[in-house]
């Protein structure tokens, strides 16, 4: 579970995290929405303990990002949004080298790559060098990676972003698998349709606050629109006003 209590977070004068406060549950799929520079991808690098919040509180599994990031790390998987694979490492490789990272080695940790790169379908270019991949392809190692370790907790920034639509449709399924599995699972993305086939529940972000959150339908219900995107514009123009 994630907890997120009046996150702030400045760049100089920008102030890109204003005041982000909700919860994402095991067993469910939470989504950040909003415009591009609403301050999705900040908040994520914050729990994930790449950026240190300004002020606020924000709890992993009941760890403070701050104050217990190593405990935090151990317990989330993170597919940023550059997938950021070693390039002169196959697949397998990149995926084991996380492995060793995570405290796995030996027998037990060749168990764990194999049976992802099965589950991902990475076996045909497993033994490939990363600097020859298709974004797709590197999108699905970079997910292998980050799940090695069975965590509980999975942050996914804009997952399927660049993928083409078979790629799209099996990335959504197995994050589908991930929640069935009782994890809890936080994405970004500013599209649409990617939080209305995945998501059940939402938090909108505009301009660095959350302006609404709920499930979809809920959402629908406080706007008074039944189209989601109407609904959503319209939590941003009265978050803005």
């Known amino acids: 579970m994630i907890e997120v209590e009046n996150l702030r977070k400045s760049f100089g004068k920008v102030a890109a995290v204003r005041g982000v406060s909700f919860s994402a549950a095991d067993g469910k799929i939470t989504g950040l929405l909003g415009p591009n520079g609403a301050g999705k991808s900040t908040t994520l690098r914050m729990l994930y303990t790449v950026l240190r919040p300004d002020s606020g509180r924000a709890l992993v599994n009941g760890h403070d990002v701050v104050q217990e990031p190593l405990r935090v790390r151990q317990s989330i998987g993170v597919l940023p949004h550059s997938a950021g694979l070693y390039p002169n490492l196959t697949a397998r490789q990149n995926i084991a080298y996380y492995a060793e990272l995570h405290g796995l080695h030996g027998a037990v940790a060749d168990q764990c790559v194999a049976a992802l790169i099965e589950r991902l379908d990475i076996g045909d270019y497993a033994d490939r060098r990363a600097k020859g991949f298709s974004h797709g392809q590197r999108t699905r190692v970079a997910l292998a990676r980050s799940l090695v370790h069975e965590p509980r907790n999975v942050l996914l920034d804009e997952p399927t972003s660049g993928l083409d639509v078979m790629a799209t449709r099996r990335l959504r399924e197995l994050i589908r698998q991930l929640r069935d599995d009782g994890r809890c699972v936080l994405l970004s993305s500013h599209v649409m349709q990617e939080v209305a086939a995945l998501c059940d529940q939402i938090v909108i972000i ?21 189209d989601l995107e109407d609904a959503f514009v319209h939590a941003l123009q009265s978050g803005a006003s």
Do not use: E, L
């Open 206 to 226: 505009g301009d660095g606050k959350v302006v609404a959150t709920g499930s979809p339908d809920r959402i629908r219900q406080q706007s008074g629109y039944q």
